[in-house]
């Protein structure tokens, strides 16, 4: 299972004019091939009336899809410079559609290449990127005699509180970063001496903005 890695938080969408052409961006997540296809298609509908529908997205733990579309710009103009604003910001899951309503004004190859790249970087900005990293649910027990001292201490902690359930223990879940984990059992066993019980529950992914 992947660990930590950059995408976009969603949905965003930008606008650009460039000697009269008009370049809007459209951004979201896809973790799929088919999620990013059925997307292009969805914009492409949308902007059917459009010059161009140019699109790049990259998909999979190793980036193992990658695929670029010029959709009737001279090749290499469009859909590579898109890809390449997604490999220089490391950006996985994510696909991206420009739709350009042509202007009159050739740009020429390097200015279809800047625009398409501009078109791209505030398309992404406009959708936020964030990191998301794999954090174990932990679920620590105790005796209702230590709930004091360990509630303070975990609110007071870096470590994401999600729930405390009151039963014949106290079990307190809370969200540990996989690569903190021996760190936070060793923390927990100190402050309880030993009396905690912790269990690892599932593996999930927390978002942060970045």
Known sequence: MRKDYVTVKGFGETEIIIQKSRFLTYVNRAE??????????EIKSKHKSANHNCSAYMIGEH????????DGEP??????PMLEVLKK?????????????????????GGLIR????ATT????????????LHHLMKVSVDYTWLGKV?????????????IEYADNVEIFLYVPVSTEEKFVEWITEMTNG?????RELAEFIEFDI
């Not at 799929?32 to 298609?41: D, L, M, P, V």
């Not at 625009?115 to 501009?118: E, H, L």
């Open 32 to 41: 799929t091939e088919q999620e990013a296809q059925a997307f292009i298609e």
């Open 63 to 70: 980036d193992s899809i990658q695929k670029a579309n010029d």
């Open 75 to 80: 090749s290499g103009t469009a859909g590579v």
């Open 89 to 109: 910001q490391g950006l996985k899951d994510t696909v991206v559609v420009v739709t350009r309503y042509f202007g009159g004004i050739k740009l020429g190859g």
């Open 115 to 118: 625009a398409y790249g501009k």
């Open 122 to 133: 505030e398309g992404i900005q406009a959708a936020c990127i964030v990191e998301r990293r």
């Open 151 to 163: 509630e303070n201490e975990v609110r007071g902690s870096a470590y994401p509180l999600e729930r």
């Open 195 to 199: 009396q905690a019980i912790i269990k």
